[in-house]
């Protein structure tokens, strides 16, 4: 079974309107990730965050991560249309593997 | 220009055929990886490998192998193609283990009749 779940599975917003996205994980981490996939093509490396960090921020990007709760999630301030994609978290342990959960589809509305 | 290849862009194969996806990256990474990606299930490793000479199992390595003679080309094969394989296929690499950003491919899309 996959290591992390977002939710939620869909998120239709306006432009202009923040978006939030929420991942949990079942077991201890060494960091997690976040990547957005256009219609089509291949994933793309948005943000690490460490397992002692608690926030992280990169242009409209913020992420959060509770160990304790074993959660994040992902906010994107002022979406645009162009933020519309699928976003995907990522599990990153000490077996090498990166494991990422199903998606948030998020629908930007122009 | 630097990143990952994966050819070919798409296939359409008769079940029990054999197929071989190729993957090619010229960032000089150790680790490399194969992911499945199928509608409403995100992305499941299928293989990797942590450096060049060795490869590791993932959560669904059955029906695939891979090999990995050197840093730059990790193939995958399909030894005879089932229709439950039709899925889009992504080649990832990075530099080392844990602590670093997946780079993708565009990925191959596989459709097994």
């Known amino acids: 079974s996959q290591q992390g779940e977002e939710d939620p599975q869909a998120l239709s917003i306006q432009e202009g309107e923040n978006a939030t996205m929420n991942c949990s994980y079942k077991?201890?981490?060494?960091?997690l990730q976040w990547y957005r996939q256009n219609s089509g093509r291949g994933l793309v490396h948005l943000i690490l965050i460490r397992s002692n960090e608690r926030e992280k921020h990169s242009g409209r990007l913020r992420v959060t991560l509770d160990t304790s709760k074993k959660s994040s999630s992902l906010l994107i301030t002022a979406s645009r249309a162009a933020d519309t994609a699928s976003y995907f978290c990522a599990t990153d342990s000490s077996s090498y593997k990166l494991i990422f959960g199903s998606g948030t589809r998020l629908l930007v509305r122009p | 220009i630097a990143g990952i290849t994966q050819a070919p862009t798409s296939q359409i194969l008769a079940a029990g055929r054999r197929m071989t996806l190729r993957c090619t990256q010229d960032m000089r990474h150790n680790a490399m990886y194969w992911y499945r990606q199928d509608l409403g299930l995100g992305l499941r490793l299928i293989h990797y490998?942590?450096?060049?000479?060795?490869?590791g199992k993932g959560e669904v390595p059955d029906g695939y192998s891979v090999s990995r003679a050197n840093t730059d080309d990790f193939p995958l094969t399909l030894a005879s193609a089932v229709p439950s394989q039709t899925s889009v296929y992504f080649c990832?690499?990075?530099?080392?283990?844990?602590?670093?950003?997946?780079?993708f491919g565009p990925g191959t899309r596989l459709t097994v009749l």
């Open positions: 077991t201890s981490i060494n960091n």
């Open positions: 990832a690499s990075r530099p080392g283990g844990q602590g670093h950003e997946q780079f």
């Open positions: 490998s942590n450096t060049a000479g060795t490869t």
